[in-house]
Nanobody
Framework: QVQLVESGGGLVQPGGSLRLSCQAS????????INWYRQAPGKQRELVAT???????DYAASVQGRFTISRHPPINTVYLQMNSLKTEDTATYYC???????WGRGTQVTVSS
């Protein structure tokens, strides 16, 4: 019943930027912890960024300084702004609401020249 939908993925050249969106169907979900994960084929799923109920944020070392997670409560949306993208950022990106263990369907990010 609770739904998360990602959007904003696509093909971008190294050094470029993308902004991913995670739209929640229930307002309460958006004000609790939301995670962004990514997974490349044949690799382990990786936690990329987290924003908590109180607005605290945390990032994987691999994206620190390049990615920014934020929220927009009026439309139940969490964003992942990705700058200075690298080839190794290529993956399917998923948003996750751990309180209710709900996952989005994913959005593909491909960084290639």
């Amino acid at each position: 019943q609770v739904q998360l939908v990602e959007s904003g993925g696509g093909l971008v050249q190294p050094g470029g930027s993308l902004r991913l969106s995670c739209q929640a169907s229930i307002l309460r979900v958006s004000i609790n912890t939301i995670n962004w994960y990514r997974q490349a084929p044949g690799k382990q799923r990786e936690l990329v960024a987290t924003i908590t109920k109180d607005g605290s944020t945390d990032y994987a070392a691999s994206v620190q300084g390049r990615f920014t997670i934020s929220r927009h409560p009026p439309i139940n949306t969490v964003y992942l702004q990705m700058n200075s993208l690298k080839t190794e950022d290529t993956a399917t990106y998923y948003c996750h609401a751990p309180r209710v263990d709900v996952w989005g369907r994913g959005t593909q990010v491909t960084v290639s020249s």
